[in-house]
């Protein structure tokens, strides 16, 4: 079983910042992607940020420039940096990873989410 919990979630003002960790634990043999996925109140969820083992990334338009992702393969970890924090960036986020074991081949799992509230 994998699991993949959060943290760093927290209340910031607006144009503060917060750093969000998913560390990925259990028996894995490797992960493909990694991200990040946001769904506020009575929204979908929605992509964030999201990183290949390479380190390709991809971003929502809506954090280009204010959110940075990344990750630590040795650690199993994803990180993602949260700068200029608008209101409406305020959600529970959701760390996801695409986790690749031999005889399952690969598997989406979730974190339970952390939540991020900005002030205005």
């Known amino acids: 079983q994998v699991q993949l919990v959060e943290s760093g979630g927290g209340l910031v003002q607006a144009g503060g910042s917060l750093r969000l960790s998913c560390a990925a634990s259990?028996?894995?043999?490797?992960?493909?992607?990694m991200g990040w996925y946001r769904q506020a109140p009575g929204k979908q969820r929605e992509l964030v940020a999201a990183i290949t083992s390479g380190g390709s990334t991809v971003y929502a338009d809506s954090v280009k420039g204010r959110f940075t992702i990344s990750r630590d393969n040795a650690k199993n970890t994803v990180y993602l940096q949260m700068n200029s924090l608008k209101p409406e960036d305020t959600a529970v986020y959701y760390c996801?990873?695409?986790?690749?074991?031999?005889?399952?081949?690969?598997?989406?799992?979730w974190g339970k989410g952390t939540l991020v509230t900005v002030s205005s």
């Open positions: 259990g028996i894995i043999f490797s992960i493909n992607a």
């Open positions: 996801n990873a695409d986790v690749f074991n031999l005889g399952k081949g690969g598997m989406d799992y």
